[in-house]
């Protein structure tokens, strides 16, 4: 097993009520200061509570916070969507001025329109057909300097550049410039997911950016109404369907679909990629195979390299849920447990993923695992939107990497990843040098 690592914290319980705002604060800083003391220890964690209290239930600060860290009971919890449901809505309403949009719904009737409607405007087979291309296209492009450099930082420089421009275009949102539109996906995406305990100052700060997008695409659904039948992107096609009288395509809620797709999927990339090669860098047996695979373009060989190495540093360390009623999980086993109503649950999918009841021999890098093994993007029914772009887009990036020769970490501070200040979850840079 790896040395933990660093991962995205969740969201915490909603605004303090009057009178309890000094009590909250204190909850919030001791529950901040364990939650750093754990994310420093978090595989091994992980690895205690899987065969000691594989379904940890406590009370702490008048709240019931419950972990769950086996594969299967990681599943069971992202299955029963009304039961643990998702927690973005209240910070979803602040960034969309009280609305919501299918990534913080229950299992309802406008979570199927919705997702199906931005489905028919975002088609899987475009990942392969669209995405794939494009990402090669300017992988490439912004490669270029590099090359005579000799070296490249796999966060900003790269990673990130190529991710804003790809959306961007396919989108059909490109933004003022790619810095703009990439830090305010990050911060937004940060008080979204990174937030455990909903700390007002976040709010405030979150506020003018999240006003900044908006009128950023409402203006852009204004002036492409004047410009039809030009593009071929995301916004064009809603305002199709808009035209057809398909329902939740009204301008406000184009506006928030986007909205949603930008904050979810450009910070994603750059956030994977760089964490992902921090694990490849230390193994140069593994390292060199997937060079190999990449100068062969052997794409699907790229791919199983790349997610088994994300495995070892994923996306998040775990998916955070509301449990609208008491539930037992694994009930009929010797470790069922009864999770209260009101209780903020953590589905450890980082600790899933490591779990030798359900992965084989999990502390080894192995590569072409079965995907339903990963749950790098999420499972059950708030799956990433993105999954079928992430799993070609990645791979294209990183294999455009791995055919640089001599391929290493750069010298000094360079080298190291280095995580934003802010929330500590965003790579800001992983320089490695090559030729």
């Known amino acids: 097993m790896t040395t933990p690592r660093r991962g995205p914290p969740g969201r915490g319980a909603g605004a303090p009520q009057h009178g309890q705002g000094s009590t909250m604060a204190e909850t919030r800083s001791t529950g901040a200061k364990i939650f750093d003391w754990l994310k420093s220890k978090m595989d091994t964690a992980f690895l205690i509570l899987r065969n000691t209290l594989p379904i940890l239930v406590v009370r702490f600060g008048g709240r019931t916070y419950a972990l769950v860290t086996r594969f299967d009971d990681v599943q069971e919890v992202l299955q029963r969507p009304n039961v643990f449901n998702v927690t973005y809505a209240p910070k979803i309403a602040v960034i969309m001025q009280g609305d919501n949009i299918f990534l913080g719904m229950r299992d309802e009737p406008d979570f199927t329109r919705d997702k199906t409607t931005m489905r028919m405007a975002a088609p899987r087979a475009e990942a392969v057909a669209r995405v794939k291309p494009e990402t090669a296209r300017i992988t490439a492009e912004v490669m270029q300097p590099a090359l ?61 950016v999240a006003e900044a997008m908006r009128c950023y695409l409402e203006a852009a659904i204004a002036a492409r109404k004047k410009d039809r039948g030009r593009h071929d992107d995301i916004l064009e096609r809603c305002l199709q369907l808009q035209d057809g009288g398909a329902p939740g395509m009204s301008d406000r809620q184009i506006r928030n679909n986007l909205i949603g797709l930008i904050v979810g999927a450009l910070p994603q990339p750059p956030m994977v990629i760089p964490q992902l090669f921090d694990v490849l860098l230390d193994r140069k047996k593994e390292l060199a195979e997937a060079q190999a695979a990449a100068r062969a373009d052997d794409d699907a060989a790229v791919s199983r390299y790349v997610f088994e190495a994300s495995r070892f540093f994923p996306l998040t360390p775990g998916l955070f849920r509301n449990c609208e009623e008491s539930y037992r999980v694994a009930a009929g086993t010797l470790r069922a447990r009864t999770i209260p109503k009101g209780a903020f649950v953590m589905a450890a999918t980082r600790s899933a993923m490591f779990d030798g009841r359900r992965v084989a021999n999990p502390r080894r890098f192995v590569p072409g695992r079965p995907d339903y093994q990963y749950m790098h993007f999420g499972y059950g029914m708030h799956e990433c939107f993105g999954l079928y772009m992430n799993r070609v887009m990645i791979p294209e990036i990183c294999k455009a990497v791995l055919k640089l020769p001599d391929l290493r970490r750069a010298r000094g501070a360079d080298g190291t990843l280095r995580m934003d200040e802010d929330f500590g979850i965003f790579p800001m840079n992983l320089t490695v040098e090559f030729g």
Not at 180 to 205: C, H, N, V, W
């Open 148 to 208: 005579q450099r000799g070296r490249v930082d796999l966060a900003m420089e790269l990673t990130q550049e190529v991710t804003t421009r790809l959306f961007g275009a396919y989108f059909g949102t490109p933004g003022a410039s790619v810095k703009e539109i990439s830090d305010q996906a990050r911060s937004l995406f940060g008080y979204m997911f990174a937030d455990l305990f909903d700390d007002p100052d976040r709010k405030t700060a979150a506020e003018p």
